[in-house]
Structure formats: C-alpha cells, structure tokens
C-alpha cells in the first residue's frame, strides 16, 4: 500500500524568501507519479507540480521546483521568492499511475510579509 | 472552461435531514471522484466513477452514504440521514482517463454542516 507523509504541519517564511516542503512516500511500484497541490483559503485544490518517477531530472514550474530523491522517497517542494499569495496549505500526493491518489496530510503555508 | 462545478458551495442543516450534494464535472472527462475532507482524517476518496459506473466505492463510510452518474455531465452524493460526524468540505473533481497519471481538476467544494 502506498502512503505519504507530510511530517511539518506548519512552515514559515518571510516574503521574497526560499523554502522548502516535506513529503516522504512509501510505495513498492516501480512506476508511480507523485504530485503538489495547493490549497488557498478559497479550498480549491490547485496543481502545483508533478514529477514522473522514472525521469531523474527534478520537475520545475516557474518559482516552483522538487527536489526529488528516488531512493530516499523523498519529494520536497521548493518555493523561491516566496509571494503572500503562496500562503496556503500544501498537500503531496502520490498515485501508481491509476486512479487513486494518496494524499499526505498537509503543509500549512505562511507568508510573513 | 469553468471547471468543475459544484453546488451547493455551504449546506447547513439538521441531523436526521437528507442532503444532496452535485457535481458537473468538466466536458470530456470521464473519471470522476468524490472526496471529503475532514482536519482529522484529511482527504479521503469516498468513490470513483469511471464512465459513468462506479469503479471503487471502498471509500464510502456507510450505508447512509450513495452516489451517482446517471450521465457523464452529472453526479450527486446523497446523505440520508446526516449525522454530525458527517461535517466537512466535500470535493468533486474529475480527469479525462483511466490510463496514466492525469492531473485531477478539483472543484470548489461543498462546506456541509450538520447541526
């Protein structure tokens, strides 16, 4: 059974500054995806990224990047030049490639301006 | 296009009551799921539609507890009778397949509380 673990609750960081988000998964697939969403006080779930488990090279999306450790299970988040609107809780999903995500518990966000 | 669209956005009502939860989800897609969300158990799948059929209602916490597609345009999850360990934020969302790992559009979630 796959799960995933998101063991900070909570995160800091000033405004225009970098950090970073946990998430440890377990899963005995070779072939699996692994996903951040954003969730903004409006509680729409946003995708923020994706990462194939077979391609080595970490995924990027404009201020936002992984840092993606295969033999680790390791799949942290990087937000450079942190924005007020990035405040929100983060959550890391997984899937073997059907339909099923595991979700972690989730991250919240604050942005200190 | 306006994405997955669920109504209603706030449900208050009583114990004992039936509520009715819908979902349009986006054009094209045909995987459809249910969610719900609670600060103790964070998200959970309550069940999947492929097609219009349901694929896994493992998620579904009790009898109480129904969905349905009767076309690809539209889902409702129905709770008859609502208790209060039944408040949280359900969410809709939907994807356009079963083969690979296609990105799930959410919708803005129904806030239901039961009194």
């Known amino acids: 059974a796959q799960t995933v673990t998101q063991s900070q609750p909570e995160m800091s960081v000033q405004e225009a500054e970098t950090v970073t988000l946990s998430c440890t998964y377990d899963?005995?697939?070779?072939?699996?995806?692994l996903f951040w969403y954003k969730q903004p006080p409006s509680r729409q779930m946003i995708l923020v990224i994706r990462?194939?488990?077979?391609?080595?090279q970490n995924a990027t999306e404009n201020r936002f990047s992984v840092n993606f450790q295969k033999a680790a299970k390791s799949f942290s988040l990087k937000i450079s030049d942190s924005q007020l609107g990035d405040a929100a809780m983060y959550f890391c999903?997984?899937?073997?490639?059907?339909?099923?995500?595991?979700f972690g518990t989730g991250t919240r966000l604050k942005v200190l301006a | 296009d306006a994405g997955v669209i669920q109504s209603p956005r706030h449900e208050v009502t009583e114990m004992g009551q039936e509520v009715t939860l819908r979902c349009k989800p986006i054009?094209?897609?045909?995987?459809l799921f249910w969610y719900r969300q609670t600060m103790m158990r964070g998200l959970e799948l309550l069940i999947y539609?492929?097609?219009?059929?349901?694929?896994?209602d493992s998620g579904m916490p009790e009898d109480r507890f129904s969905a349905k597609m009767p076309n690809a345009s539209f889902s409702t999850l129905k709770i008859q009778p609502s208790e209060p360990r039944d408040s949280a934020v359900y969410f809709c969302?939907?994807?356009?397949?079963?083969?690979?790992?296609?990105?799930?559009?959410f919708g803005p979630g129904t806030r239901l509380t039961v009194l």
């Open positions: 969302a939907s994807s356009s397949g079963l083969a690979g790992p296609n990105e799930q559009f």
């Open positions: 899963t005995s697939e070779s072939d699996y995806y």
């Open positions: 990462q194939e488990a077979y391609k080595q």
């Open positions: 999903a997984a899937t073997s490639g059907t339909y099923k995500y595991i």
């Open positions: 054009s094209g897609h045909n995987s």
């Open positions: 539609f492929n097609n219009n059929v349901p694929i896994d």
